[in-house]
């Protein structure tokens, strides 16, 4: 079982960063596949970016390639989300997702079984 607790979000203005945190409860995150997810207003549910347990791969959906970065710090249990250059289709309440490795689809909902609660994140242009 694990807890996750995202911070980070409020509201920005069209090319500003903003840099999310997750923090996990447990002491196997560095056993966990970790992945942001966002979900704009009327819209489904869509995957961002994800990372292997132990940092070494990342992955990316087409539209955030080259201005968002994940990463993660095992010994401080968290993930990261640094986002730059923000547009305002970026808009959305921004959830960190967690699974046991090996995870096969990192970019489906359904691979994962833990949730945070969300944190907004607004761009206004």
């Known amino acids: 079982q694990v807890q996750l607790v995202e911070s980070g979000g409020g509201l920005v203005q069209a090319g500003d960063s903003l840099r999310l945190s997750c923090a996990a409860s447990g002491r196997t995150f560095s056993r966990y596949v970790m992945g942001w997810f966002r979900q704009a207003p009327g819209k489904e549910r869509e995957f961002v970016a994800a990372?292997?347990?132990?940092?070494?791969?990342?992955y990316y959906t087409n539209s955030v390639k080259g201005r968002f970065t994940i990463s993660r710090d095992n010994a401080k249990n968290t993930v990261y989300l640094q986002m730059n250059s923000l547009k305002s289709e970026d808009t959305g309440v921004y959830y960190c997702?967690?699974?046991?490795?090996?995870?096969?689809?990192?970019?489906?909902?359904?691979?994962?079984?833990?949730w945070g609660q969300g944190t907004q994140v607004t761009v206004s242009s």
């Open positions: 990372i292997s347990a132990s940092g070494a791969n990342t």
């Open positions: 997702a967690a699974n046991p490795a090996p995870v096969t689809a990192v970019s489906s909902r359904r691979e994962y079984n833990y």
